[in-house]
């Protein structure tokens, strides 16, 4: 499973990529944990805000910071 954490490092992107690592360990699953920074490939996926979760290229969540819980969900 691939885990995209799309920012620019801003205190919510960090949030994100913190939050994910903890579902990620709750739940038990591998998974590479990726943050992407560059406008450029943030923007190829469609994304205008930040932070977002990409899970196996596929965007989930975007502007906002999900819950441990919610971020779970997306996961499964």
């Not at 699953?29 to 990726?34: G, R, T």
């Amino acid at each position: 499973m691939k885990l995209e954490i799309l920012g620019t490092g801003c205190a919510k992107c960090i949030k994100l990529e913190e939050l994910t690592r903890k579902a990620v360990a709750d739940l038990g699953v591998d998974a590479e944990i990726l943050k992407v920074k560059d406008i450029k490939d943030i923007m190829s996926y469609g994304v205008m805000m930040t932070p977002a979760l990409v899970v196996d290229g596929e965007v989930k969540v975007v502007g906002k910071v999900p819950s441990v819980e919610e971020i779970k969900k997306f996961i499964l």
